[in-house]
């Protein structure tokens, strides 16, 4: 619990991206944090990347929206990229 | 992730190799033996490798419940607010509560962090359960409330719509919310509505019926959501 937020939102990151991928193994996460906001890259598996973006960007909006929730009740901003 | 077949050298060991991979119990597996498996003579003649087909069973909706609930609590572990969530397993879906100490951080603007959380909750255990649970997830009574003012909303419209004679949109709306400005004007003899648009953008079209005129269209008019 005395971890940075950067790690413990990565964590939150990593769980929702992992539970919805076929190849858990190859995500690699990266996250970033300065004084109001927390920048994470995400890369997965080529063949995930549909899986993980969805239709018109909704499965990344949705994992996009929950971060920022939790984020927000540490009074910090996110952001999550994902690398094609 | 349906279907998965699994070769060991005995059938004890294929078992225990499908429970890990799908991360299930025992009991919630389908198990079919393809071959036994046989350790042949001083275990190298004839040895013969155990093969199952397993595949998830059909998941009971409790189960289904308390999967969805362990999963969604994980996810409030993150959020530095008290809540608890309340699981309950409904005919047709698996509804969550999560009680809070009445802010509006997880419902968010027009409920969409609740619906993010909905999205990400349903697409985790139907996965896990290798079948398409629908998962509702609502906090301080948001998503009663919500129903209340659409169905006011809908009502509203309506009687305008029959003032104007014109069809009028509302605005820009899910699934969920236009199922509801449906079925609130159901039986309204004088409209009838309809879905149109485009992804993001579709919305509820009210359109007046004319006198007369409009019984035989009236049977689809709920046809399109």
């Given at each position: 619990?005395?971890?940075p937020l950067s790690?413990?939102?990565?964590?939150?990151?990593?769980?929702?991206?992992?539970?919805?991928?076929?190849?858990?193994?190859?995500?690699?996460?990266?996250a970033r944090e300065n004084e109001r906001t927390i920048l994470m890259?995400?890369?997965?598996?080529?063949?995930?990347?549909?899986?993980?973006?969805?239709?018109?960007?909704?499965?990344?909006?949705?994992?996009?929206?929950?971060?920022?929730?939790?984020a927000?009740?540490?009074?910090k901003k996110v952001r999550?990229?994902?690398?094609? | 992730?349906?279907?998965?077949?699994?070769?060991?050298?005995?059938?004890?060991?294929?078992?225990?190799?499908?429970?890990?991979?799908?991360?299930?119990?025992?009991?919630?597996?389908?198990?079919?033996?393809?071959?036994?498996?046989?350790?042949?003579?001083?275990?190298?003649?004839?040895?013969?490798?155990?093969?199952?087909?397993?595949?998830?069973?059909?998941?009971?909706?409790?189960?289904?419940?308390?999967?969805?609930?362990?999963?969604?609590?994980?996810?409030?572990?993150?959020?530095?607010?008290?809540?608890?969530?309340?699981?309950?397993?409904?005919?047709?879906?698996?509804?969550?509560?999560?009680?809070?100490?009445?802010?509006?951080?997880?419902?968010?603007?027009?409920?969409?962090?609740?619906?993010?959380?909905?999205?990400?909750?349903?697409?985790?255990?139907?996965?896990?359960?290798?079948?398409?649970?629908?998962?509702?997830?609502?906090?301080?009574?948001?998503?009663?409330?919500?129903?209340?003012?659409?169905?006011?909303?809908?009502?509203?419209?309506?009687?305008?719509?029959?003032?104007?004679?014109?069809?009028?949109?509302?605005?820009?709306?899910?699934?969920?919310?236009?199922?509801?400005?449906?079925?609130?004007?159901?039986?309204?003899?004088?409209?009838?509505?309809?879905?149109?648009?485009?992804?993001?953008?579709?919305?509820?079209?009210?359109?007046?019926?004319?006198?007369?005129?409009?019984?035989?269209?009236?049977?689809?008019?709920?046809?399109?959501?």
């Open positions: 619990m005395n971890e790690k413990r939102l990565k964590n939150l990151a990593e769980f929702l991206v992992k539970a919805l991928v076929t190849k858990p193994d190859d995500v690699l996460l990266a890259e995400l890369k997965v598996a080529p063949e995930d990347l549909g899986r993980i973006i969805g239709k018109e960007g909704h499965t990344i909006n949705a994992i996009r929206t929950v971060l920022q929730a939790a927000a009740s540490h009074n999550l990229d994902v690398l094609g | 992730m349906s279907v998965l077949e699994i070769e060991e050298k005995s059938l004890e060991e294929a078992i225990r190799v499908a429970c890990e991979r799908l991360k299930l119990p025992r009991e919630l597996l389908e198990i079919e033996i393809i071959s036994k498996g046989s350790s042949g003579i001083f275990g190298i003649v004839g040895a013969k490798k155990a093969k199952i087909r397993v595949r998830p069973k059909v998941p009971s909706f409790e189960h289904a419940a308390e999967r969805a609930k362990e999963v969604l609590s994980y996810i409030l572990e993150y959020v530095n607010l008290p809540t608890v969530v309340e699981a309950e397993a409904r005919d047709d879906h698996v509804y969550l509560n999560i009680v809070s100490n009445g802010s509006g951080l997880l419902i968010g603007k027009k409920g969409q962090t609740l619906t993010a959380l909905q999205y990400l909750v349903s697409r985790i255990i139907s996965k896990e359960l290798g079948r398409n649970i629908p998962v509702v997830v609502d906090a301080e009574n948001y998503r009663a409330r919500r129903e209340k003012s659409l169905q006011d909303l809908a009502r509203q419209l309506s009687a305008k719509v029959k003032r104007l004679k014109k069809p009028i949109a509302t605005g820009p709306m899910n699934a969920q919310d236009r199922r509801i400005i449906h079925l609130a004007l159901k039986d309204e003899p004088a409209v009838k509505t309809k879905s149109k648009g485009e992804g993001n953008m579709r919305r509820v079209v009210i359109y007046p019926v004319r006198a007369g005129g409009g019984s035989s269209r009236n049977n689809s008019r709920n046809s399109n959501r």
